[in-house]
């Protein structure tokens, strides 16, 4: 069977992971991917093999005068895919997907545009079958795949009464040295509820859920404090079983030096991930309890990561290479050595 053809629109934090998971699928592969400057990531594309495209056409003369070999502009790339999996900053989604209905081809957009963009949102665990086929949709956000990924194992063992979490944000990805807060902690956004309940009901109809967030000074990773109500009594042996039993989930325990958000990515970089990435979310075993049929719990989300097998999945959904979500997820993590 032919591979399905992927273009990655925008070769940026999230863009130049998803090329690298999407290059070691046996059934697709990576036709392009796309810069707007000549930046380092767009030397290290070429360098990788990768056709490099020009977001923005008029910028050419500066990708020439860096020396970076250009394949055409991102019009081109467009029409050698069968999927484009946009990465671009958000709110220029609406602008790239009459590019895409034009082209005829099918599109895969971020947590940072709105639901509804596409009318579709995507989670692999959450709702896999309602992107099958379908020509658009939308991966949900780093925060919203890690509440998922804990959520609905649980929701599907006994079922959620209601979610109330705390999201402690990181202040800015690392390499973004002109973002903060330095030496505060910031309510983001300072109303409540904030925008993450409302995200997570996109992809787990139904579930009641409440949240509220915080930026702080770090750049590591996000960290989630959760409070479940479920609708029947369940030990903490039954909730920690169903957990280590899914993928994607990890059960880390701050007695073996993972107390923290730091040790858990020093934990990455023993993995030998590419880039040092976490995929998995970590929950921290020793705050798991249930008192009086409330669950409490606190996990980790890599920001920068936990999406890129979603992103994979979803092209299977999107193009139907498989029908069932289990198989495509254990072929993804297979193929990145997902834990």
């Known amino acids: 069977m032919a591979k399905i053809k992927v273009a990655i629109n925008g070769y940026g934090t999230i ?141 599907d063992l006994i079922g959620i009464k209601k979610v109330r979490a705390v999201m402690v944000r990181r202040g800015s990805d690392p390499y973004q040295v002109n973002k903060g807060p330095i030496n505060a902690v910031v309510p983001n956004p300072p109303t409540v509820p904030s925008h993450h309940g409302p995200d997570l009901q996109t992809v787990m109809n139904g579930v009641n859920i409440v949240t509220m967030a915080l930026l702080v000074p770090t750049t590591l990773m996000h960290q989630h404090n959760l409070m479940v109500e479920l609708k029947d009594d369940i030990s903490v042996d039954d909730i920690i079983n169903t957990w280590e039993k899914r993928s994607r989930v990890l059960l880390l325990n701050a007695k073996d030096g993972l107390g923290s958000t730091a040790e858990f990515m020093e934990y990455a970089k023993e993995l030998g991930r590419n880039r040092n990435d976490l995929y998995e979310i970590p929950i921290w075993k020793e705050s798991i309890n249930v008192v009086n049929d409330e669950l409490f719990y606190m996990q980790a989300v890599h920001q920068e990561s936990d999406v890129v097998p979603e992103n994979v999945d979803a092209i299977r959904s999107l193009c139907e290479l498989e029908e069932d979500n289990e198989k495509s997820i254990a072929k993804t993590n297979k193929a990145m050595g997902i834990l």
């Open 15 to 155: 863009g130049k992971r998803v090329a690298d998971a999407v290059a070691l699928q046996n059934d697709m592969e990576v036709v392009g991917v796309s810069k707007t400057r000549p930046n380092y990531e767009s030397k290290i594309a070429t360098q990788k093999g990768y056709d490099l495209y020009i977001g923005i056409p008029e910028r050419e003369n500066l990708f020439n005068e860096a020396e970076i070999e250009v394949s055409g502009i991102v019009d081109d790339m467009i029409s050698k895919a069968d999927v484009i999996v946009d990465c671009t900053p958000g709110n220029i989604g609406s602008e790239n997907l009459e590019k895409y209905k034009k082209a005829g081809v099918k599109a895969i957009y971020q947590g940072g545009e709105k639901h509804e963009l596409t009318g579709l949102s995507f989670n692999s665990f959450g709702n896999y079958d309602d992107s099958l086929g379908k020509e658009f949709t939308r991966v949900v956000s780093c925060n919203t795949t890690g509440l998922t990924r804990s959520l609905k194992p649980i929701d």
